[in-house]
């Protein structure tokens, strides 16, 4: 390697030590390091324009509007409550029916959104039950990542991916990720309620409370929740015939977001915009900037080298290698960069001399969706629940929420190493 792969990497390992201890915010310290790149010479401007993956950013846009018009109608909060009454106001019961609805909410609409219309809906329950909401906050978090594993937009690391390699499409993540995501929830399920049960009692007075609520009157705009749901519904058509349709997953999700906007009128488009999380965006161009520096540098294809030396070439020893080693990681440092330093490394492993990639594909997406649950900082969804949990007077504690995530997902990637084995390499 010359000179510039050695800043290349200096820059990189910085940028990311910066991101992982949370001393600047990691928009702009991802930024911050994509300019770097440009300004030492590393990458050109148009080099680095050429490395940003407009898909995933015109997805996340596109699904974040249609998401954001959507909970003003007060749908979320009124499929909460419902599930809630459902459960009859027992505690323990409303602790698995909102997991539930965090992981196929996770699945269709991605983990961050999720976990952002969830937790206040929670803490909303909580109080009027007057039980603790960690518990509930907790199992939602390892909900929405494992949930998220199952599709194509269901978590970040999935978008980047199936980005990146057309012929992962909508129908091939879940075909391939939904399975194992439901085996994992199941398995979850009892988990769940053996640790907090004991936790979690309330009066029939206050259960009562939860069961006077009128759930249909919490649905704020019924014209507006029409609209939405019609255009989500299309939306999601849209993606699982999108190969079919020979249109990119982002032309999908801002097709529906403008049909959306254009129904509801200029006076909800300034709203859509304001809810749109820029600071994810940028993250997600500084990051695919940054990781340009390592590709143009020769950087990638060394790793990818000495990968392929340490596992012989053997498609099953680098599955495997990549599934452990992209959960462990994912744990500790956010999947999304881990991520993006990953593609273009299997990319690479591609271009020398491992044939079939799609159980490293697979096994990159099952290690850092499922990895995110290792640990507080371990993926965007845990991050923002946490936030908004410390908001109430809450906060999660990294050792405590760690005793937990950690064994969880450590049990998530047994079973993951057992599907990958025996649906791709027997």
Known sequence: MDQQAYVAIGIFLVIYGIVISEAIHRTIAAMIGGVLMVVVGIVDQHE??????????????????????????????????????????????????LALITAVGSAFLDNVTTVLLMVPVTFSITRQLQVPPIPYILTQIIASNVGGTATLIGDPPNIMIGSAVKELTFM????????????????????????????????????????????????????LLVQCLVVL???????????????????????????????????????????????????????????????????????????????????????????????????????????????????????????????????????????GNGSLIGASANLIAAGLSAKEGHPIRFVAYLKIGFPLMLLSIVLASGYVYVRYLL
Not at 62 to 71: E, Q
Not at 187 to 199: H, I
Not at 201 to 215: C, G, N, S, Y
Request: a negative charge; hydrophobic letters at 60%; one cysteine or more.
């Open 233 to 371: 519904g299309l939306t999601i058509l849209g993606f699982f015939l999108h190969q079919t349709l020979h249109l990119e997953s982002a032309t999908v999700a801002l097709a529906g977001a403008f049909l959306l906007l254009l129904l509801t009128g200029e006076h909800a488009m300034e709203r859509a915009f304001t809810k749109v999380e820029w600071a994810t965006i940028f993250f997600f161009v500084g990051l695919f900037v940054l990781v340009s520096g390592l590709i143009e540098t020769g950087v990638i294809a060394e790793l990818a080298a000495r990968a392929i030396d340490l596992t012989g070439g053997n498609v099953a020893a680098a599955s495997m290698l990549i599934l452990w080693f992209s959960a462990i990681a994912s744990a500790f440092l956010d999947n999304i960069p881990f991520v993006a330093t990953m593609i273009p490394l299997i990319q690479e492993m591609g271009h020398s001399g491992i044939d079939n990639l799609e159980p490293l594909w697979w096994s990159l997406a099952i290690g850092a969706c499922l990895g």
């Open 48 to 97: 680095a324009l050429a490395h940003i993956d407009f898909n995933t950013l015109g997805l996340l846009v596109g699904m974040m509007i249609i998401v954001s018009i959507t909970a003003e109608t007060g749908l979320f909060k009124c499929i909460a409550v419902w599930a809630a009454q459902k459960a009859k106001g027992n505690p323990v019961s409303i602790l698995l029916s």
């Open 172 to 223: 091939a993540f879940i075909n391939n990720l939904a399975p194992i995501a439901v085996i994992i929830m199941i398995v979850y399920l009892p988990l769940f309620v053996m640790l907090y049960r004991k936790q979690l009692h309330t009066t029939p007075q206050l259960k009562q409370r939860i069961m006077d609520i009128e759930a249909r009157g919490l649905i704020l705009d019924r014209k």
